[in-house]
């Protein structure tokens, strides 16, 4: 009967641990596509060939992956690149404007932000 008992509650104790593994999976994938952003590499998605075809000609890789931009502000930026000449289609700025969006957003870390430096020595006074 004990026995019964106890394998009982083990069977019922473990549908608990299983969601454990999607929401790891699903953090471990999140970190990595963060990662990918923030090197500066075009994650995949179907506007980016559409980005590398008609943004890339004119920016650097590296230019665009270091901006930090709201949706709102992406949206007026693409529309902005197109009154300067920009070769993209009235379907492609709302595909363009998401991508961006969507990857290089606020919340990430500015890349340009560096390790301090230490100043030239002699150029402050000293203690």
């Given at each position: 009967?004990?026995?019964?008992?106890?394998?009982?509650?083990?069977?019922?104790?473990?549908?608990?641990?299983?969601?454990?593994?999607?929401?790891?999976?699903?953090?471990?994938?999140?970190?990595?596509?963060r990662a990918e952003l923030l090197?500066?590499?075009?994650?995949?998605?179907?506007?980016?060939?559409?980005?590398e075809g008609k943004c890339l000609?004119?920016?650097?890789?590296?230019?665009?992956?270091?901006?930090?931009?709201?949706?709102?502000?992406?949206?007026?930026?693409?529309?902005?690149?197109?009154?300067?000449?920009?070769?993209?289609t009235d379907d492609e700025v709302?595909?363009?404007?998401?991508?961006?969006?969507?990857?290089?957003?606020?919340?990430?870390?500015?890349?340009?932000?560096?390790?301090?430096?230490?100043?030239?020595?002699?150029?402050?006074?000293?203690?």
């Amino acid at each position: 009967m004990i026995a019964a008992l106890a394998l009982a509650s083990l069977l019922a104790a473990e549908p608990a641990a299983q969601p454990a593994a999607p929401a790891a999976a699903q953090a471990k994938a999140a970190d990595a596509a963060r990662a990918e952003l923030l090197s500066g590499k075009l994650p995949a998605d179907p506007a980016r060939a559409v980005v590398e075809g008609k943004c890339l000609i004119c920016h650097t890789g590296d230019y665009l992956t270091q901006q930090r931009l709201t949706p709102g502000q992406w949206q007026k930026t693409v529309e902005k690149m197109r009154k300067f000449g920009s070769p993209l289609t009235d379907d492609e700025v709302p595909l363009v404007s998401g991508y961006l969006g969507r990857n290089w957003t606020t919340d990430l870390p500015d890349p340009r932000a560096g390790k301090p430096v230490a100043p030239p020595k002699g150029s402050l006074p000293s203690p």
